[in-house]
């Protein structure tokens, strides 16, 4: 059997923790861990789907007359893990700032109470969105195999509750939220993107939409479409600047096609239609359709 010199590995990987603890002015103390996991994210995220759609995405064996009483033991274990993971993002946050454990403490506990208060709308929102998916494909055969299989409907799951969670000013469980998200459906929506009622995503690999991107109600996506940022601003020491308004609004009842790639902030109004594989640029009037021939004829990017 080969050998290894592992102790020396171990060595010099303590070594290249260390600088990057030290550049990042991380804390030597011995402790437990400084920031939340992916791991228990994912179980949080699994148990509010099962909470919030029982008899669809809970346990196979769960019976009507069992629902309130399954719906109430998960939120409860989900939102006292969801606790230790906010508690864990606020003292992270606070590394370069220390705040006194009993105010984090006290802020972890109020953003966790809003966001439990938050989950009735969004299974609204939620309804609202495979409704939206049963009535804009004309393949889907009910509501439930819409819930069940559509990469869209999953990555709206994800996103009605990183949204919350980023409003609430837990930015990185949200993120992480989303990316769970993005690695199952291939849809990468930022949770700081506003989606209102009845939005549609139909297949929806290779979707991107940005963070500041604002979107209206019974909006329909298809596949490889961005709502991306067109350039982006740096301070005066060439640092980029982060939180501007910088990606498109799109209003009511709009239809993006096929790989159409919307930049800047841009506004699609109401109604209007946007053809595949279109470069939009520029604000797009209510009602127009907008399609690669009439791009090239008007001289538009």
């Known amino acids: 059997m080969a050998g290894f010199e592992v102790n020396e590995i171990v060595a010099a990987l303590r070594e290249a923790r260390e600088e990057w603890r030290d550049a990042q002015k991380r804390s030597r103390e011995p402790g437990s861990r400084e920031f939340p996991s992916r791991e228990a994210l994912a179980a949080i995220v699994e148990s509010l789907k099962g909470a919030l759609f029982p008899m669809r995405l809970g346990p196979p064996e769960l019976r009507h007359e069992s629902e309130d009483f399954y719906v109430g033991h998960t939120l409860d274990s989900a939102l ?70 559509y990469p869209g409907i999953l990555a709206m799951i994800h996103h009605r509750l990183a949204h919350r969670l980023y409003g609430l000013g837990l930015p990185l469980l949200a993120r992480i939220v989303a990316e769970l998200a993005h690695g199952q459906t291939g849809i990468d929506i930022h949770p700081g993107a506003q989606i209102d009622a009845g939005f549609f ?49 799109v209003e009511d009842d709009v239809v993006i096609y096929a790989g159409a790639t919307i930049l800047g902030r841009v506004r699609l109004g109401k109604g209007a239609v946007i053809g595949g594989n279109t470069w939009i640029t520029e604000d797009v ?5 907008i399609t690669q021939a009439s791009l090239q004829k008007a001289g538009c990017d």
């Open 80 to 149: 006292q893990s969801l606790l230790i993971q906010a508690r864990l993002e606020l003292r992270y946050s606070a590394r370069h700032q220390p705040r006194d454990a009993a105010e984090i403490d006290a802020e972890a506990q109020e953003a966790v109470r809003a966001f439990a208060a938050a989950l009735p709308g969004i299974r609204r929102l939620l309804d609202g969105d495979v409704l939206a998916a049963y009535q804009g494909d004309p393949a889907a055969r009910s509501v439930d195999e819409v819930l069940l299989c």
């Open 201 to 249: 995503i139909d297949h929806g690999t290779g979707v991107v939409i940005g963070e500041t991107t604002v979107i209206g109600k019974r909006v329909r996506l298809y596949q490889a479409v961005t709502l991306g940022a067109k350039r982006f601003p740096t301070d005066p020491d060439g640092k980029l600047q982060k939180g501007l308004p910088r990606h498109p609004m």
């Open 285 to 289: 009037p209510a009602g127009a359709n």
